[in-house]
């Protein structure tokens, strides 16, 4: 069944070189296989993202892929060092690119394709 088999999210890549370099050296990937533009990025707890090519644009509307972190703050920091760009949206209270409200705490940025990819804590928020 589904819940047993292993789960990947598929990101849109217009420019996929350009994808490519964002993801290794601004999140930390190495690609575990690469093909006709497709990027196979494994991740340490076995879950995963390809990047494929696409003439399309994500829409950005919404979380296309994220991580849940043990120390968000700390993630946070460090991808900032890498320049990866954190946004902030209306309606949400925000501190150092983390929201301050919400039942976890979580931060968003986009890769150069436009896809909204987010990093959330662990744990949930403590009142």
């Known amino acids: 069944m589904l819940k047993s088999a292993h789960a990947y999210a598929k990101l849109p890549v217009q420019d996929p070189a350009r994808a490519r370099q964002f993801y290794i050296e601004a999140l930390g990937f190495t690609p575990t296989w690469e093909g006709q533009g497709h990027v196979w990025l494994d991740h340490e707890d076995g879950s ?3 990047l494929f090519p696409s ?33 902030e949206f209306p309606g949400n209270a925000y501190v ?32």
């Open 55 to 87: 003439v399309g644009k994500p829409s950005g509307d919404h979380d296309q892929c994220g991580w849940v972190v043990d120390d968000i703050d700390g993630e946070v920091v460090e991808l900032k060092s890498r320049g990866v760009v954190f946004e």
């Open 96 to 127: 150092d690119s983390i929201t301050a409200d919400g039942f976890w705490r979580a931060a968003w940025f986009r890769d150069t394709e436009g896809n909204l990819l987010n990093v959330r804590s662990s744990k949930p928020r403590q009142a």
């Open 48 to 50: 995963s993202i390809l």
